[in-house]
């Protein structure tokens, strides 16, 4: 069974310019998981998708970050515009439903200049 | 007080060694608990999880849960120098859809 994918995997940037993310969850899982990792901290949840809707983005900077999950599959996370302070490596996970065990993809790590 | 809360370590043990790693949390009422380990540059791999009170055994590895002390350990028997990682804790919530929350981690060194 393939495990999540994430592209691209390091990306670097200067401040003020836009950033997107992508990520294939495990087949069939239904919940998908954006997640920032800062160095030193555990994951921090940017957003969780239950299928194609949003159930949790309480701690997404809505100002400057977006993400979707079009046909309940793939999804896409978008930084437009990048501050220094996004530089970290963000992390996509999937599990078969909301109560299982969720599994990470390779991650992206990102450079703001 | 944080939501997970685990010691950042380092935590030292010699080869062979059994290594002890905690996480306390504040949600009394959290019904699932989760190990994962994060060797450096690289994503978190879940180890174990566990839903109920005392231990549960995989390998070298136990997951031990204490409800009543909003307490779970992760004991490493016979620790290798490749266990050598950041081990992190993870704690789901009850309600809505399960929100999971992560310590910081708690740094491993095995001594050769």
């Known amino acids: 069974e393939a495990g999540v994918a994430q592209s691209p995997r390091y990306k670097i940037i200067e401040k003020r310019q836009s950033v997107a993310f992508w990520c294939n969850p495990i087949?069939?899982?239904?919940?998908l998981y954006w997640y920032q990792q800062i160095l030193g901290q555990g994951p921090k949840l940017l957003i969780q998708?239950?299928?194609?809707?949003?159930?949790?983005d309480s701690q997404l900077p809505k100002d400057r970050f977006s993400a979707e999950r079009l046909k309940g599959v793939d999804s896409t996370l978008k930084i437009q515009p990048a501050k220094l302070e996004d530089s970290a490596v963000y992390l996509c996970?999937?599990?078969?439903?909301?109560?299982?065990?969720?599994?990470f993809g390779p991650g992206t790590r990102l450079l703001v200049l | 007080q944080k939501e997970v809360e685990q010691n950042s370590g380092p935590l030292s043990v010699p080869e062979g060694a059994i290594a002890s790693l905690n996480c306390t949390y504040s949600?009394?009422?959290?019904?699932?608990f989760f190990w994962y380990r994060q060797y450096s540059g690289k994503s978190p791999e879940l180890i174990m999880f566990?839903?109920?009170?005392g231990d549960k055994e995989d390998g070298r590895f136990t997951a031990q849960l204490n409800k009543a002390s909003q307490y779970v350990s992760l004991l490493i028997r016979d620790s290798q120098p490749s266990d050598s990682a950041t081990y992190l804790c993870?704690?789901?919530?009850?309600?809505?859809?399960?929100?999971?929350?992560f310590g910081t981690g708690t740094k491993l060194q095995v001594i050769p």
């Open positions: 998708f239950q299928n194609n809707g949003v159930v949790d």
């Open positions: 566990i839903y109920s009170n």
């Open positions: 087949s069939g899982h239904a919940t």
């Open positions: 949600d009394r009422g959290s019904q699932s």
């Open positions: 996970a999937s599990s078969f439903d909301y109560d299982r065990a969720q599994y």
């Open positions: 993870a704690v789901r919530s009850t309600g809505g859809y399960q929100k999971v929350t």
